[in-house]
């Protein structure tokens, strides 16, 4: 969400299980206001909160020239200092959904990771992983699998870089009520024509990400219309804590997480 945007979008999110204070507002406005100054970044972001032990993590990022592929995660336990996430490893990004214990709000702490799906004698069974390296795997993997935006919202240039579009207007009532107006901020991974084939009024400009309407299994995402239609609610079932809103037929929207940390794996048994 747009961090001078958070009074305005404050409705939204608090009607949604999720509470914002008029003081966590100020705090993150001031210190996101300068850490956006500090970096020279285009646009700053506030992500979400990661519950801990000892002290929540509030995650911020920070876009530069390409909206998709120059983001920079920041998390704080403060407001004060904010320190910049390291890129997530494969190995950790896989290690982090096996972890069952809660996060302890310590960025240096060490801890074991025990993957049972290795031999007993394989070398790499036990693991040491930083918080902070658990930490950035966690918010790599959320942000892959669950972070959205709007048909439109995101825009790439000829040049082929990814913008956030000055003329986004909204989605209209109809389109907000249909899964494959949400799109996935990350780079594509389905093929260039996936959504050729599926899509009468297909434009490369805007259609360039993989549309949620394609996750597996069928019924991850809940997507619902409320406020006599005026307000589009996007929340993943992979994902508790993950919410998106949308206001029809304006540029209102935003992404934000608010829970553990935890996957639940159980999706597919669910459905």
């Known amino acids: 969400m747009n961090i001078h945007k958070l009074f305005d979008y404050k409705e939204y999110v608090n009607v949604n299980g999720m509470m914002f204070t008029d003081e966590l507002i100020c705090l993150l ?38 909206a998709v592929a120059d983001r920079k995660y920041f998390y704080t336990t403060d407001f004060k200092f904010w320190g910049l996430l390291p890129k997530a490893k494969k190995k950790y990004k896989q290690l982090s ?10 960025p240096a702490l060490k801890i074991k990771v025990l993957d049972e799906a290795l031999d007993e004698n394989h070398p790499d069974r036990c693991t040491i992983m930083k918080e902070e390296s658990r930490l950035a795997a966690t ?3 959320i942000s892959e699998e669950s972070e959205v935006c709007a048909r439109g919202q995101l825009i790439k240039q000829p040049s082929g870089t ?12 109809t389109e907000a009520k249909q899964l494959k107006s949400y799109l996935h ?13 599926t899509r009468q009024d297909y434009n490369y400009s805007m259609d360039f990400l993989d549309s949620i309407d394609q ?57």
């Open 162 to 173: 990814v913008v956030l579009n000055p003329n986004f207007y909204g989605l209209t009532a």
């Open 29 to 66: 406005q001031n210190s996101l206001t300068l850490l956006q100054v500090e970096n020279h970044f285009i646009n700053m972001q506030y992500w979400g909160q990661i519950y801990a032990v000892d002290t929540d993590y509030h995650i911020a990022v920070g876009i530069n020239a390409d």
């Open 139 to 141: 918010i790599s993997n």
């Open 215 to 271: 996750d597996i299994p069928s019924g991850c995402w809940n997507l619902s219309i409320e406020q006599s239609g005026s307000i589009a609610y996007l929340k993943s079932l992979y994902w508790p804590g993950m919410m998106y809103f949308h206001k029809v037929k304006t540029a209102d929207a935003g992404f934000l997480y608010i829970g553990n940390g935890r996957k639940n794996l159980d999706v597919p048994f669910l459905l």
């Open 97 to 106: 959904l096996l972890t069952t214990f809660p996060f302890r709000g310590e």
């Open 185 to 197: 901020i990350r780079p594509a991974q389905h093929r260039w024509n996936t959504n050729l084939l």
